[in-house]
Nanobody
Framework: QVQLVESGGGLAQPGGSLRLSCAAS????????MSWARQAPGKGLEWVSS????????YYVDSVKGRFTISRDNAKNTLYLQMNSLKPEDTALYYC??????????WGQGTQVTVSS
């Protein structure tokens, strides 16, 4: 069955960096677009970024443009989210998702990111 396992979350200071990873299994990873989404405390789910199956196109929500970078390694079946210049408002549970925003078919369990001094 499909499994998406996120890792790399934790506590970071404002201005700091974290790198999230999502290990995928149970499907042909290289054939699917992938996304990251997040849910902040008391708020709804927010799409963050997507990447095409071959990595040729990437998309970001305006609030993370220039600070976050999505990438993938199809040989390792792994999706990444490099997060730089972190802000307290980036605090959320981050989810890996199979598919593009609005067309997600599977979700990971999430990894917590907390940005605080």
């Amino acid at each position: 069955q499909v499994q998406l396992v996120e890792s790399g979350g934790g506590l970071a200071q404002p201005g700091g960096s974290l790198r999230l990873s999502c290990a995928a299994s149970g499907f042909t990873f290289s054939s699917y677009a992938m996304s990251w989404a997040r849910q902040a405390p008391g708020k709804g789910l927010e799409w963050v970024s997507s990447i095409y199956s071959d990595g040729s196109h990437t998309y970001y929500v305006d609030s993370v443009k220039g600070r976050f970078t999505i990438s993938r390694d199809n040989a390792k079946n792994t999706l990444y989210l490099q997060m730089n210049s972190l802000k307290p408002e980036d605090t959320a549970l981050y989810y890996c998702a199979k598919g593009l925003s609005g067309y997600v078919s599977e979700w990971g369990q999430g990894t917590q990111v907390t940005v605080s001094s």
